[in-house]
Every structure is written in C-alpha cells, then in structure tokens.
C-alpha cells in the first residue's frame, strides 16, 4: 500500500474564534478530498468503487459542486441556480461520470463552486437564517450550514478513504 502524501492542505486552528474554527474545519474537509484525488489519472479517478455500485471519485467531487452550491448559494443566499449535473429524471447524475469527464473540468467546477460559497457566506453572521428554507419549510442559520458541510464532507472523505484503497492501494490523512 502507498501511503498518500499530504498536499498544501490547510490545519485548523486550535485557538480560533468560533467562525473561523467553523471555516477552518471546513476548508480542511474540502482540502482533504482534493488530496484523496491527487496522483490519480482521470480514468482512475472514473473507476467504480465496487461494481455494479457507479461511485467514483471524480463523481463524488462533482456531487459536493453541487452541494457546495445548493446549500451557500441556493440555500443561504436565495440564488434560484440550476443544478450543475443533476435533473429531474436523473437526480443522481453528479454521481454519473463518462469516458470524457476530466479531473482538471471537474476541479475548476469544485473549486469555483467553493469560491462562491466563501463569497455567498460572507455576506452573513452565524446567527443570520437563510433566505431559503428546508423541506420542513424552517431556514437555517449560517453556523447550522457549516457545521453540516462539514459533516457532509467528513462523510463523503471517508468514502474517498474506501474508494481511493480501492483504485491504487493508497491509505491516509
């Protein structure tokens, strides 16, 4: 097994305000799976984890653009965006990658998507309620939607952890 090597990923702080600590944690998270992706050729990063199961992890990075952007964007911010990939008759299409689909594509995506959401968050303090709301018709404040994306992307890192051993052998951070 190879170890993976840790990327310019940056550490939370132990002393920061709560914010920032909120926004750390958060940057750390999205950082990591960019580092459970490095080294990896775009057809590895297409391979299916365990198949018949389509998850990949170019899929999974296309699937937190999304995310990124329904919850700072269209969530917090009231922004009526269209999904990036996903539709209605095929709601999982994030998840759905072809034989053209790149990393460096995908990436710029991610990363653009992660750019608005630092821009979408800014515009709000912890305790400002978004201007969208959820299913049970209630909005969020801006320190519930961090501390779920962070969750969001603690979960789906330990599915890059499975997916990532599973293409090349490689394990860690």
Same mark, same amino acid.
């Given at each position: 097994? &190879?170890?993976? &090597?840790?990327?310019?990923?940056?550490?939370?702080?132990?002393?920061?305000?709560?914010?920032?600590?909120?926004?750390?944690?958060?940057?750390?998270?999205?950082?990591?799976? #960019? #580092?459970?992706?490095?080294?990896?050729?775009?057809?590895?990063?297409?391979?299916? %984890?365990?198949?018949?199961?389509?998850? *990949?992890?170019?899929?999974? #990075?296309?699937?937190?653009?999304?995310?990124?952007?329904?919850?700072?964007?269209?969530?917090?911010?009231?922004?009526?965006?269209?999904?990036?990939? %996903?539709?209605?008759?095929?709601?999982?299409?994030?998840?759905? #990658? $072809?034989?053209? &689909? *790149?990393?460096?594509?995908?990436?710029?995506?991610?990363?653009?998507?992660?750019?608005?959401?630092?821009? $979408?968050?800014?515009?709000?303090?912890?305790?400002?309620? %978004?201007?969208?709301?959820? %299913?049970?018709?209630?909005?969020?404040?801006?320190?519930?939607?961090? *501390?779920?994306?962070?969750?969001?992307?603690?979960?789906?890192?330990?599915?890059?952890?499975?997916?990532?051993?599973?293409?090349?052998?490689? *394990?860690?951070?």
């Amino acid at each position: 097994m &190879t170890p993976m &090597t840790f990327a310019e990923r940056p550490e939370p702080a132990i002393d920061a305000a709560e914010r920032p600590m909120l926004e750390g944690w958060l940057d750390y998270h999205r950082e990591t799976l #960019v #580092v459970k992706c490095a080294g990896l050729t775009d057809a590895q990063l297409r391979e299916a %984890s365990v198949p018949p199961s389509a998850f *990949t992890l170019i899929g999974l #990075v296309r699937h937190l653009a999304e995310v990124e952007r329904f919850w700072f964007r269209e969530t917090l911010a009231g922004e009526k965006l269209p999904d990036l990939y %996903s539709t209605e008759e095929d709601p999982d299409a994030d998840f759905t #990658v $072809s034989e053209t &689909t *790149t990393w460096a594509e995908t990436e710029a995506v991610w990363r653009a998507e992660v750019a608005a959401a630092r821009e $979408s968050a800014a515009a709000f303090g912890l305790d400002d309620f %978004s201007k969208g709301v959820g %299913s049970a018709g209630k909005p969020f404040n801006l320190r519930w939607i961090y *501390t779920h994306m962070i969750e969001e992307y603690a979960r789906h890192n330990g599915h890059a952890d499975l997916v990532r051993e599973r293409v090349d052998g490689a *394990t860690g951070v």
